[in-house]
């Protein structure tokens, strides 16, 4: 029922008279094939939460307390409760004999869950300052303001490969049974300083009584509950004796339980909880449901996602020297990646591709741009190839030097690739003249063989000129 829209009144003024009117579409334009109405309305009047410093009275309605509305002495959390029919709307008339700082909290209900409809709601009130403005608030429940929720659904299961529960066994039963570590374990990691609310809750039960033999009065409900421990660090599943952080809700056979754990604080090791059922091998789907203040991070506890240790290095020489080697070994990358740009396109010069002849050749394909290796964190305690005499310090002569050592070893390395360049075009120029000399042999074999046919054409014209 929480998950239902609920919208805050605020009355601030005694005697306030309210008109509210629930509808939902016409049968005749919907379902219902235009007979009946396939779906009840209904909607509550709830005692919403009270104001503090949280701003809980902003927020939806969690936990209802249990009573009577029409009972003055313990009415509970109910205030006001419009019974559900097959119609097109419902409506009522509420008086709040007092104003409260407490907003209540209207909300409208499906009789049945999982049903859809859309639907409006219609508030009237008497103006009796007659200023044009209303004598009462009334407010969605904003999401920035709600409590921040998270939903993890799961199963009880008594495992096997075509187990629609689960292939994994998960059905451990209550705490003192020897599997209860076997039930599904859930981790909750905080933030900061949170108040948590937990539901679970169960779903995919059959309420349609009809296709039982016998009196039922209820569906068959497991009893149910769930512990709330303290963790042992990271996806760290819990066996032996845990310790306890609360206690769990008192096992019910019901649809669901839930627990207000409080104030919580962040813990290194997380704080971990446990549903499971009283008895073990009872199989059924669940949903646990976390309402907190802030953000958090609930999931389901899975050992591999957890890694091993890293190790660490407390050595900087070795470090620096890695850093040098893995420097050097990407420059080294980079330059025959730069080489292999350069061959595919010289390969190009050989290939003549669109080349007329009498017609200027294409030009040449832009030359590739040089790789650049990644900058390497300097070590004050290495020395430089500029530094000649090895002092640490780099004279303007020895600059000069090695400026002079390096431009005659990229001028080398200019040549080598002009000669690799005339080496390339030479070959391409060979290949040319090769194929040149097949296209020429094939021309001849092909005036050879038309010779060859006139001859048999004319030996077979006068063998039949003698046989006439």
């Known amino acids: 029922w929480r ?26 334009k919907s379902s219902g094939h235009g007979r009946h109405y396939s779906n009840a309305i209904g909607f509550y ?32 959390d109910f205030v006001f409760q419009k019974e559900p029919r097959y119609s097109k709307q ?33 508030i009237l009130s008497d103006d009796r300052d007659d200023d044009g403005e209303p004598d009462f608030g009334f407010q969605e429940v904003k999401p920035e303001e709600d409590w921040k929720k998270i939903v993890l659904h799961d199963a009880w299961s008594k495992g096997g490969e ?8 998960s059905a451990g039963g209550g705490l003192g049974g020897p599997t209860w570590h076997k039930n599904a374990q859930f981790q909750i990691s905080l933030r900061q300083t949170t108040r948590c609310f937990v539901f679970l809750e169960l779903r995919e039960v059959v309420t ?22 303290e963790g042992r660090g990271n996806h760290v599943p819990l066996d032996g004796t845990p310790t306890h952080i609360l206690p769990g809700p008192q096992p019910s056979r019901g649809d669901g339980v839930y627990l207000e754990l409080g104030p919580l604080e962040p813990r290194n090791d997380k704080i971990v909880l446990i549903p499971f059922t009283d008895v073990p091998n009872v199989e059924h789907k669940y949903a646990l449901t976390l309402y907190t203040d802030y953000e958090c991070e609930f999931e389901k506890i899975d050992p591999s996602l957890v890694l091993a240790p890293c190790i660490q290095c407390d050595n900087k020489a070795l470090m620096q020297r890695m850093k040098k080697k893995l420097a ?33 050749p294409p030009p040449m394909p832009a030359a590739p741009t040089p790789y650049q290796p990644p900058a390497v964190e300097a070590d004050p305690t290495e020395t430089h190839a500029e530094d000649l005499d090895g002092d640490g310090v780099v004279t303007a002569a020895e600059l000069a030097e090695f400026t002079r050592t390096v431009q005659e070893q990229a001028q080398a390395k200019h040549s080598e690739y002009r000669a690799a360049i005339g080496a390339v075009k030479d070959e391409g120029d060979a290949l040319e003249a090769q194929v040149a000399s097949v296209r020429e042999s094939m021309r001849a074999g092909e005036a050879r063989l038309s010779e060859a046919q006139k001859k048999r054409l004319e030996e077979k014209r006068a063998a039949r000129a003698r046989r006439s």
């Open 3 to 28: 998950n239902n829209n609920q919208w805050l009144l605020f009355i601030t003024r005694p005697k306030t008279k309210l008109i509210i009117k629930l509808t939902q579409p016409d049968a005749r």
């Open 45 to 76: 009047l709830l005692k919403g939460n009270a104001p503090n410093a949280a701003g809980d009275e902003k927020r939806r309605k969690l936990i209802v307390k249990d009573g009577d509305a029409d009972d003055e002495d313990d009415p509970g």
């Open 90 to 122: 419902v409506l009522a008339e509420y008086t709040f004999e007092e104003a409260s700082d407490t907003p209540f909290v209207l909300l409208p209900y499906l009789f049945e869950p999982g049903r859809e409809s859309l639907f409006k709601i219609s």
């Open 162 to 169: 075509a187990n629609p529960f689960g292939a994994q066994f």
């Open 208 to 229: 349609d009584m009809r296709a039982k033999e016998g009196l039922q009065t209820e569906p068959d409900y497991p009893t149910i509950s769930f512990a709330v421990f």
């Open 328 to 360: 050097e070994v990407e420059a080294k990358m980079g330059y025959l990646q730069s080489k292999e740009e350069v061959v595919r396109a010289r390969s190009l010069l050989g290939q003549r591709v669109g080349y007329v002849a009498g017609q200027a």
